[in-house]
């Protein structure tokens, strides 16, 4: 059988590369030179919106992917991340392209997700050699990259103290052996010794200090230990530097609350905003996170921030009831009627009318209207089927403060036929309010 004279093409056989470039001058001139190694053009695809890109990585699983830095705002590291997850390391490209000094020193942190860069403007034959060195590398791996390709092989087979051994080889194998700092640690995760994991990843960072995943390692090391001062200092560098994943965005937001820089947060929101896919877990971390924030400006009298970030929240939810009624309960403990009423009108339609919506309804009347009024809106709800717990609470103790027993006493009898563990502390209430009376017994 005849070598082909196209190592390129050796390594990409008939699979697809894909270009991320907005500029079409200079997309071309790296479509032609591709041509020129022996890639056809049906095998070449190119995107000039991120968008795009990452619905033909999705949909096509390119091998090669050739992509700018930054592209409408996103970062082109973002599809390495999506590849990384397709092939294993020796069996795919990323080459990122960029005008910026300072993004080529970040596209080298990328090491074993990023296999090479450029800093435009650069000739095609710089391109080209660049690319053929990474193809020989991906096909003469040196016994580092091997020995690291075996320990995560039995780290994926669940053979984590295997992996452990291949990793510490390989850190002996290499002057700067930061990937392999990174693979031990995350084997040290997985064997739920967290201190030697910090420790692997920190020594990582001694080798490149902005090097990608020995940041992300450290950080969800911390975040899990609830170290978070330490956290969110590694956070920074995260978010200033590389895309934000959205499980690593919720423990973000966690961080940036428990660090009280609350300035991060419309920030982080606007993150969230552009995230195409947002987990139950990510909406549920980032939304309680903001519930916390709100909580802490209340005991501030800081009620405008407060409003702010429970308004963030309620975006993220998009308007749930049971996060209103967070909110909701919150104002309503220090009588901020129409702060709660703000919220309450933004409960979706769907919502509107049902008794968890009137329980919070009447919760917040009961700050303005007189108890009469409370008792009349109060027994309408329960007597059209819509009474709550907290419903029942309020119309036994009004009606009773009001000295109208045999209301109360009907309302109780209703309550039970729904809730009857609430008996007895219905008729303790009435009891306790109930003019001239000290003591009622329960029926």
Known sequence: MTKSKSPLKDFMKDDLCLIVEPSPTFSS????CLKEMGIQGSQIHISRKFKDAKQVLMQKKPKLV???YEVDGFFG????????????ENSRITFITTRNSSASAIAEAAEGQVDGYLLKPFTIESFRQKLLDIVDRKLNPSLYIVKLASGRTNYASGKLDNALGDFLEAKRMAKVPTLACFYTGLTFQGKGEPIKALREFQEGRTYQPLHYKCLVGEFDTLVSQKHYTNAYKVMDLIFKNYPITSKRLGHMFVTAVFTKNFKDLPVLYNLFDQLDQKPAELIELASQALITAGKISMRQNDYDSATMYFGIGVSITRRSLKYLNQVITEFVRVRAA???QHFLNQVSEEDYGKP??????LMIDELTMTEEQIVERGRKLIFEGQGTPEIFIIVVEKSAALGQGTLAESVISKAVETHPELQQALYQIMSENLPGSKSLAAG
């Open 66 to 68: 050739i992509t700018e």
């Open 29 to 32: 001139a790296v479509q032609m």
């Open 356 to 361: 968890a919506y009137e329980r919070l309804s």
């Open 77 to 88: 590291i973002e599809l390495a991340d999506m590849q990384e997850k397709m092939y294993e």
């Open 338 to 340: 129409d702060r709660a």
